[in-house]
């Protein structure tokens, strides 16, 4: 079973820095490709980044490559997403998600990934 709870979020000015990270209370993130998705009032949940099974391969939303880096330690069961040089505009929930069954072309999408946590606020203050 897989649980996820993300910790970290929290109010950063404008060029700040923030690490949230993603616990799974259940079995092992071991088996399992690991994402980060984020949602802004008003809209549709969107992307961030994502690791693969092995964590040999990262993947990228563009309004994020070169400031957002994804990590993982699975003896620790947690996910990580390092944010530096916030901007306003990344403001939004943060959600983390998990699934043993991705592909390559479905570790971008929502619809990927069967397992959520519930979320973390990050807000960027220019």
């Known amino acids: 079973q897989v649980q996820l709870v993300e910790f970290g979020g929290g109010l950063v000015l404008a060029g700040g820095s923030l690490r949230l990270s993603c616990s799974n209370s259940g079995r092992t993130f071991s088996s399992d490709g690991v994402g980060w998705f984020r949602q802004a009032p008003g809209k549709e949940r969107e992307f961030v980044a994502a690791?693969?099974?092995?964590?040999?391969?990262?993947f990228y939303g563009n309004s994020v490559k070169g400031r957002f880096t994804i990590s993982r330690d699975d003896a620790k069961k947690t996910v990580y997403l390092q944010m530096n040089s916030l901007k306003p505009e990344d403001t939004a929930i943060y959600y983390c998600?998990?699934?043993?069954?991705?592909?390559?072309?479905?570790?971008?999408?929502?619809?990927?990934?069967?397992?959520w946590g519930q979320g973390t606020q990050v807000t960027v203050s220019s």
């Open positions: 998600a998990a699934d043993s069954d991705l592909t390559y072309g479905s570790m971008t999408s929502v619809g990927g990934y069967n397992y």
């Open positions: 690791m693969t099974l092995s964590g040999r391969t990262t």
